[in-house]
Nanobody, 122 residues
């Protein structure tokens, strides 16, 4: 079993930055894929970014603004969000899976954090 704990959400003005972190506890491995999803009010949860094999993958809507990074020694993944826009407002979820490859779909992830709110004001 893996337990994920997110931190770092908050309120920021448009154009600002936030850094999210997610620490994994339990039966983790450095080969596990860890990623981020988000869910805005009234919308479905969507893929944001993931890191697999130490390579980052991003949704088109955040590419160039968000950076995902990983600290394997700490079983932690970060999401640096720059140039934030009001449409980035959502609850951000950390997710993890032992699947091989580059998972972009919710169902491909086995473990989820509780979510952290990010609000971007205009």
């Amino acid at each position: 079993q893996v337990h994920l704990v997110e931190s770092g959400g908050g309120l920021v003005q448009a154009g600002g930055s936030l850094r999210l972190s997610c620490a994994a506890f339990g039966r983790t491995a450095s080969s596990d894929v860890m990623g981020w999803f988000r869910q805005a009010p009234g919308k479905e949860r969507e893929f944001v970014a993931t890191t697999s094999g130490d390579r980052p993958y991003y949704a088109e809507c955040v590419k160039g603004r968000f950076t995902i990074s990983r600290e394997n020694a700490k079983n932690t993944v970060h999401l640096e969000m720059d140039g934030l826009k009001p449409e980035d407002t959502a609850v951000y979820y950390c997710a993890a899976t032992a699947r091989v490859g580059v998972p972009y779909k919710e169902w491909e992830y086995d473990y989820w954090g509780q979510g952290t709110q990010v609000t971007v004001s205009s």
